[in-house]
C-alpha cells in the first residue's frame, strides 16, 4: 500500500481540495483536442480529389483522425470526467477510488482509441525551423508567408500558424503529396501539442517526410503519455478559483471507467 505522506503530496493543491473545503469550482474548460475543424478541412481539400485522398489514406493515419475528432463533449460528459479526475493522483498516475486503485492501461487505451503501439520510435527535429531549407521543399512557397510572420510578430520560427497552413491547403502552387503533409502536420499538432491547434510545431517534420512511412511509427505511445500527462495536469490547481483543463484523449477516461465502476 501506499504511505499517505508519499500518495498525498502537497494536497493543498490538488483538485479535491476544493471539494473539502467547499470551494465553489472554476469553470470547467474542456478541450478534445486541437482538430477543431480539422474535418471540414479534409472534405474539402483532401477527400474531393481522388489522388489526394488515396496519398492520406496511405499514410495510415485514419485512426489516428476518427479518434481526435471523437474527442469531444458529450451532453454532460466533461462534468463526469472532472469529477473522476478528483480521484487521480499524480504522485502514482493513478486513480484512488474508495473501491482500489485503477488506471487506464496501455491496452485499453489502444482497445479504446484504435490505436496500436509499435516498436517503432518517432523521428523528431528539434532544431528545425521556418528558415530551414528542407521545410519549403517539404511544404510549399507558403513558407514564404511563415517566414514573413516570425520576422514582423512574436511567433517562434520553430512553428507555423495553423490559418497560415490551411491558406495552403488552398493555394493552386501546393502539391498533392505537400497537401496531405500539411494536414498530416496540422493533425499530429492539434492533437498532441501543449500549444493546441493555434500552432503547428516543426519538429513533427521528419517524421512527415516520407508519406507511406508516417503509419509505421508508434503514435499510441506519444498518445497515452499525452494522456496521462493530461491527467496530471488536470488534478492540481494554482489557485481555488481557476478553471480546470480537460484535454488531449480524457474521454477515454469517460469510455472505460464509467461503465465498470461509477
Known sequence: EWD???LYFSPVHHISERVRRGTKPGRTRHHGSGCDGLGDLYRMHIARDRETRLLWESCGLATLFETSEAMVASSGGHHVVRALVEFFW???NTFHFP???MMVTPTDFSLITGLEFSSVPLPFDG???VFSPEVEELLGTIVVRARAEVETTQISARKIRRSTLAAALDDDATTR???VR??????LSG???PDRGSRALLYYLPAVRDLRRIGTYDWASLAYADFVRALRDSCRHRSFGTNVALS???KVVEVNIIPYKV
Open 248 to 250: 488531449a484523449f480524457w
Open 177 to 179: 503529396e505537400q497537401r
Open 4 to 6: 499517505e505522506r508519499t
Open 99 to 101: 473501491w482500489g486503485e
Open 127 to 129: 532544431g528545425i525551423d
Open 182 to 187: 500539411i494536414f498530416v502536420l496540422m493533425l
Open 191 to 193: 492533437t498532441f501539442s
Open 90 to 92: 499524480d504522485t502514482t
